[in-house]
């Protein structure tokens, strides 16, 4: 079961890669930036943290996981 919200630690644990992976690879992509957007927080400042709709984000894993998967890759 899907948690309802998830913290940046929970993507990290899903994707099991590194945080700065995840930024660099996921949520800084701007293609995937702006989709994450419309169910995602993003940090505004050093002390905001990052959160997510865990249904909407796992969905947007799973129907991108070949493009992701892929780019994980090529971009080791």
Same mark, same amino acid.
């Given at each position: 079961?899907?948690?309802?919200?998830?913290?940046?630690?929970?993507?990290? +644990?899903?994707?099991?890669?590194?945080?700065?992976?995840?930024? !660099?690879?996921? *949520? %800084?992509?701007?293609?995937?930036?702006?989709?994450?957007?419309?169910?995602?927080?993003?940090?505004?400042?050093? +002390?905001?943290?990052?959160?997510?709709?865990?249904?909407?984000? !796992?969905?947007? *894993? %799973?129907?991108?996981?070949?493009?992701?998967?892929?780019?994980?890759?090529?971009?080791?």
């Amino acid at each position: 079961m899907t948690k309802t919200w998830w913290t940046m630690e929970d993507l990290v +644990n899903e994707t099991g890669r590194s945080r700065p992976w995840v930024i !660099k690879n996921i *949520l %800084e992509i701007p293609k995937y930036k702006s989709i994450i957007q419309e169910f995602g927080h993003y940090p505004a400042n050093n +002390n905001d943290h990052y959160a997510f709709i865990g249904s909407k984000m !796992k969905q947007f *894993l %799973e129907e991108r996981f070949q493009e992701i998967y892929h780019f994980k890759e090529v971009s080791k």
